[in-house]
């Protein structure tokens, strides 16, 4: 065997191989790679996304000026950029200089090790002739692969290059330059080619010994995994790269994504992260001709069909836990090049122009404990979104009970989303329940996470405790904190307040919320309720305590409470001290923020104490649908309530002791609806 670690990790007796394995044979080395080089320029087989002889000329300007950029080792990376006057340092964190104006973020040499701009350096090369683009990036190669060998194990510690979920991105990333200079031997040497295979062998067996156990970056070592082990099938372990792939992502689909569809860190992003690189792996295995296993596509189908449900009237994913806004018309539209024939999918994609929309309007999906209302599929749809489930796998936030409202084209109601992974105070901000629409409980914050011995509890093995009750005049969900082993408050981990929400939907047009707080003890507790507000400006009515939004046009919001003694109301706007409140974070960028006002309601009480809200949406130009709530005086009940409706009519609305909330007049019937 000769002694060169490519070489002997060949196959010899794979077909094209003879010259290489001749020269082997001799013990001549230097021979045998140049053999090895030559095949794979030559070599027609396996096939990528486009032909390596005609590789794309498109270059944008963003590419160009990366690589321009790179040219002189400046590099912009979680939007903190750095200029390298000496070597390239690839473990360099410029936001842990000390002075630094950026919150510091293990992020940076994370993401600087995935080398995005190696592919904007070949496609400067490609489409410009201009030999500098090239000479960096073979200098980059292969200064990264001397200064970074690969480890005995995967220790996943912030900071190192190694990580497993950029080697998984790098597998993926590497390729495609590969493709892109694979031709071009005057510009990317025999050397360089040859080093970069041997390094993605050494991804290769590295993904496969210490590969994630669960969660998106598992989904993306196994897609760099499937990668290599198909466009590099010489490899005397390529077959076993491949089978594990295939087991793993199998056995993953079924655990970590639920029979709702959504993947268990229930978080709209990284939901979307897995489905691009299940993608991108079954694109893989149709590209080379290998028959994945037929589950894949099954579960690919409930992931598609999940984000549709979720999906807001703006045909976005709402941003919940550490989530962006993922507009869904592309993702659809790309699905059905896997699961043809669903007109549902198509009506997204094509802007409602084909297809139809779906059956149903409104949904519960029951393990991931997302109570979705709507009153129809346009974009002008009232929708809100509540979150009554688990904690999360990960990228968890403080958020149960929390939800998100839209009407009339414009979101109301917003969530925190997420913000960039550092040490920032917003950051902490848009995790805790802070930046959610939940309760606070004597200024103590839902806390679920830093419990070790509950991690197992973050994924359900049962659907979640949610009431859901729908027909065509309204939408009912309830469900509670503080019940499930885990559901404390504060960084005490107080336990004993329990929180139950239920959410009425009269459709098409307004919902009644009620806030339920049972404490442990007979003290006196002080509550806050919390709702963000996507609006310019928000006012509080002094006499009837109500909360309205000030949007100049398109949609604005009321929120009418029932008004008791003890109700405080007010607005925070763009606060920062005692405590981060009235916040939007710029999902875009994840650095910045709009100050956005966050309405308080917030009461005093002993034993079981409830708030009643009605959140009443108006078109630009239009009327609230409900015009005032007053408290019942001659119902004797824990809560009693009248809506004044805009046509006049009355509503009336009471929280009986058995904890049934009981509405008359929608539809013409009496509902009693139970709690969660």
């Known amino acids: 065997m000769p002694q060169d670690r490519l070489l002997a990790a060949l196959n010899l007796d794979y077909p094209g191989l003879e010259a290489v394995r001749a020269a082997c044979d001799r013990n001549d080395l230097a021979a045998a790679r140049t053999a090895l080089a030559a095949y794979y320029r030559a070599r027609t087989k396996p096939v990528w996304h486009f032909n390596p002889s005609t590789p794309p000329k498109n270059l944008s300007k963003g590419a160009r000026r990366a690589a321009d950029d790179a040219l002189r080792h400046t590099f912009n990376v979680c939007y903190v950029p750095w200029t390298f006057t000496g070597p390239i340092n690839w473990i360099f964190n410029p936001t842990g200089l000390p002075g630094s104006k950026n919150a510091l973020t293990y992020e940076w040499p994370e993401q600087f090790n995935r080398h995005a701009w190696w592919r904007d350096l070949a496609q400067a090369y490609i489409a410009t002739r201009d030999v500098r683009y090239a000479n960096e990036l073979v200098a980059e190669l292969l200064d990264w692969i001397a200064k970074n060998p690969r480890p005995a194990n995967a220790l996943n510690q912030t900071g190192l290059s190694w990580r497993t979920l950029e080697a998984g991105i790098r597998a993926s990333a590497w390729t495609e330059v590969f493709f892109l200079m694979?031709?071009?031997?005057?510009?990317?040497p025999d050397a360089a080619l040859l080093a970069m295979v041997e390094s993605l062998r050494q991804h290769a067996e590295y993904l496969d010994a210490f590969h994630s156990t669960a969660g998106n970056w598992l989904f993306t070592e196994l897609t760099g995994l499937l990668t290599i082990g198909a466009v590099f099938p010489e490899f005397a372990a390529a077959s076993s790269w491949r089978k594990n792939a295939f087991d793993v992502m199998e056995q993953r689909l079924k655990g970590d994504v639920y029979p709702d569809g959504l993947e268990a860190e229930l978080t709209p992003g990284y939901h979307v992260v897995c489905m691009d690189d299940l993608i991108s792996f079954l694109s893989i295995a149709r590209l080379e001709g290998y028959t994945p296993p037929p589950s894949l596509l099954v579960q690919l189908e409930k992931m598609h069909d999940a984000m549709m449900w979720a999906s807001a009237p703006d045909r976005y994913l709402p941003p919940l836990n550490d989530s962006w806004f993922v507009p869904i018309k592309s993702l659809l539209a790309r699905g059905l090049d896997y699961v043809p024939?669903?007109?549902?999918?198509?009506?997204?994609?094509?802007?409602?122009k084909q297809g139809k929309p779906p059956a149903k309007t409104s949904c519960l999906l029951p393990w991931s404990g997302w109570a979705v209302m709507?009153?129809?599929?346009?974009?002008?749809?009232?929708?809100?979104?509540?979150?009554?489930?688990?904690?999360?796998?990960a990228h968890q936030h403080e958020d149960k009970l929390s939800f998100v409202l839209h009407a009339y084209g414009r979101e109301l109601v917003h969530d925190a989303g997420t913000h960039m992974y550092d040490v920032s105070e917003m950051r902490k901000y848009v995790v805790s329940a802070r930046g959610h629409n939940v309760i606070h409980v004597d200024g103590l914050e839902q806390h679920r996470g830093d419990q070790n011995a509950l991690k197992a509890g973050y994924v359900r093995t049962q659907p979640s405790v949610v009431v859901w009750q729908t027909d065509g005049a309204y939408d009912y969900a309830s469900a509670s904190y503080g019940r499930e082993p885990g559901e404390n408050w504060g960084p005490k981990h107080l336990g004993g307040m329990v929180h139950t929400r239920r959410v009425l939907f009269v459709k098409p047009g307004y919902w009644i919320v009620v806030d339920s707080l049972i404490p442990a003890d007979?003290?006196?507790?002080?509550?806050?309720?919390?709702f963000h507000l996507n609006a310019s400006g928000a006012a509080v009515n002094p006499a009837t305590k109500a909360v309205a939004t000030q949007n100049p046009d398109g949609a604005n919001l009321n929120i009418l409470p029932l008004v008791t003694p003890d109700l405080n109301v007010r607005i925070i706007t763009g606060q920062m001290q005692p405590f981060v409140q009235g916040w939007l974070p710029e999902t875009k960028t994840m650095r910045d923020?709009?100050?956005r006002p966050c309405a308080y309601f917030t009461r005093k009480g002993s034993g079981l104490v409830h708030f009643l809200y009605v959140f009443s949406p108006q078109p630009a130009g239009g009327a609230s649908p409900v015009v005032s709530v007053a408290r019942n005086p001659v119902v004797t009940a824990p809560l009693a309530a009248v809506l004044t409706l805009a046509n006049g009519q009355k509503q009336h609305v009471m929280l009986a002791s058995t904890g049934e909330l009981i509405v008359d007049g929608i539809a013409g019937k009496i509902l009693r609806l139970a709690a969660g």
Do not use: I
């Open 182 to 188: 694979l031709r071009q031997r005057e510009a990317f």
């Open 341 to 352: 024939g669903r007109e549902e999918w198509k009506f997204f994609a094509t802007d409602s």
């Open 593 to 595: 923020a709009g100050a």
């Open 374 to 393: 709507r009153s129809g599929w346009d974009d002008k749809a009232t929708y809100l979104l509540m979150d009554g489930g688990p904690f999360g796998l």
């Open 522 to 530: 007979a003290k006196e507790h002080v509550y806050d309720s919390t």
